[in-house]
């Protein structure tokens, strides 16, 4: 789910389009005249709001995925629902992430560092050091040194022992998360007030690297990775899931149809929940139990589309930038982007701002992202439908496990009273 509840804080859509397409507008002309002082006042708001943008981005990142796990009550209540959910978001969302690297290796948008280019005998020390530097020492380290995995780990440990106390313990600690994270929220949708501003400074900065011989071509490639992951998701491995789980791709996409178009076009899948929740026990005759269980709970935590542009934002953007990505730690960020995007719930602007603060924690430029940003509105469209459809997905998968369940038990008793 890319969130797109709008904040008391922010400006009004229109006025926000308006003001966004002015600053782009600004930074294209002010980079193409190079005057000295306007690219000092450009590269001066740019590197205020990166600090700003770093200042909140490992709070986000620890409070979301926290915050979102000690909120899932239900799951004791209905832990035979709520444990195939979660595995099926999971999976759905991992491979989600594994598309998105194998778009990015097979049409390679930034540089591919060659096998040689690390000396394979000190690799192996290396990246043993980087392992150990991964598990922080004390609580507050990951935070003091910017490491952002260290801060995942934390947030990943904690809500897995949350999820294991008693429910009105985890109640009491979800309440003071919740309230934690509401807090860095409200600075959050204050920050967004000023991006048009950071659109300049970027926007400018950009221009300027062009004209010292920037590839566009690179930026093209980027959005195809990113459109092409979100397609092949909705419509090869999505139906094979469903497929493999016993239920008709066809038919369901057709029930769901309503709630996709509606999620579409508001770009949020929370505005489209009510209408989703009709289709499925409607038109799709999933159970009303499952439903209302189900899909509330992806809602929250199963996000596809921000899994497949969290993974591919942050090589390309990073790789960009001289930083080189093996193998090896492309595997481990489709686990980053998986456990981002399912703690991405009510970020503001969605998995773009997590991803802008994750690759900040990382002390990347975020130039790129200033560039992106325009053409997020329409990745965002996409994104938000393909969410709602592997929501569906996933409830109908439950819902057969279940009726499956039911059938076999049904068959047993049948043949024992025979």
Known sequence: MTSSHQSCCAPPIKNRSLWLFLAIG?????GLWGEPLIISIATFISELFIRFLKLLSLPIIFLSIVSTASGMDSLEAAKHIGSRVVRYTILTTVLAASVAMALFLTIQPAAIPEAGDTAPAAAGFQYTDYLLKMVPSNLVEPF???????????????SLAMLSIPGEQRKKLHDIFH?????VMHLCSALIRFIPFAIFGFITLFVVDLKKGMEIERLALYLLCVV????????IVLPLFLKWRGVSPVKLFKAMLPALTMAFFTKSSSAALPVALRCAEGEAKIDPKVANFSLPLCTTINMNGCAAFIFTTVIFVAMSHGIPFTFGEMLIWIVLATIAAIGNAGVPMGCFFLTSALLAAMNVPLTLMGVILPFYSLIDMLESAINVWSDASVTA???????????NIATLQGAINR
């Not at 092409?228 to 419509?235: R, Y």
């Open 179 to 183: 309230s934690l994270y509401a807090a």
């Open 144 to 158: 003091l040194e910017n490491q952002v995995i260290g801060v995942l780990i934390l947030a990943v440990l904690l």
């Open 228 to 235: 092409l992951a979100n397609v092949l998701q909705a419509f």
């Open 26 to 30: 600004l930074g294209i002309c002010a």
């Open 397 to 407: 998968a439950v819902d057969q496990d279940l009726k499956q369940k039911q059938e």
